[in-house]
């Protein structure tokens, strides 16, 4: 059965960090683009990184470019994110997914004083 | 970056109903290797997103054929027929064919 497992989340103060991890199985991890997507409260589906299969190329989204760093561990089949110098408008539930048929149940993300 | 403009924005359907929801791109979703990246996604209330159809029209494993999926270029459509009560929830298409990938604003579908 393929599972994508996020952890990580939780309420954390604007200007602050937090890391994101997403744990593969049942599939060949290290075969995949893997992707984190977001989506605020009550909005819709909004892409955020990705990630080649080897870890070599990743991709931002604007709005989180210089903030957020996006890696893998194809060893332990763990896909990652790291969220630096967070904002308010970071709020919003992560999805880890392969932007196709695999996506984790998402990890909610509060940036609040 | 590319943008997909789906339409309606929400639909109301009766049960046993047919739905069709319009997905178009602002540039054409054809690679360079000639295959077509557009799929199609239901989000259910509560849920993770769940691919329904993948490359225009092939339905995902475990996807009844209610769900049909047509288009090219920069048009396409996803057709639900006999709407059942699981069917509820926002569909969205995404474009992987460009980078970066982007998703359509949403559609929501709603019992009449």
């Known amino acids: 059965e393929v599972q994508l497992v996020e952890s990580g989340g939780g309420l954390v103060q604007p200007g602050r960090s937090l890391k994101l991890s997403c744990a593969a199985s049942g599939f060949t991890f290290s075969n995949y683009y893997m992707a984190w997507v977001r989506q605020a409260p009550t909005k819709g589906l909004e892409w955020v990184a990705y990630i080649s299969t080897g870890g070599g190329s990743t991709y931002y989204r604007d709005s989180v470019k210089g903030r957020f760093t996006i890696s893998r561990d194809n060893a332990k089949s763990t896909l990652y994110l790291q969220m630096d110098s967070l904002r308010s408008e970071d709020t919003a539930t992560y999805y880890c997914?392969?932007?196709?048929?695999?996506w984790g149940q998402g990890v909610m993300v509060t940036v609040s004083s | 970056d590319v943008v997909l403009t789906q339409t309606p924005v929400s639909l109301l359907i009766s049960l046993g109903g047919q739905a069709s929801i319009s997905c178009r791109s602002s540039q054409s979703l054809v690679h360079s290797n000639g295959n077509t990246y557009l799929h199609w996604y239901l989000q259910k209330p509560g849920q993770s997103p769940q691919l329904l159809i993948y490359q225009v029209s092939n339905r995902f494993s475990g996807i009844p054929d209610r769900f049909s999926g047509s288009g090219s270029g920069t048009d396409f459509t996803l057709k639900i027929s006999r709407v059942e009560p699981e069917d509820l929830g926002v569909y969205y298409c995404l474009q992987r064919t460009h980078n970066p990938p982007t998703f359509g604003g949403g559609t929501k579908l709603e019992l009449k």
């Open positions: 997914t392969t932007l196709g048929g695999y």
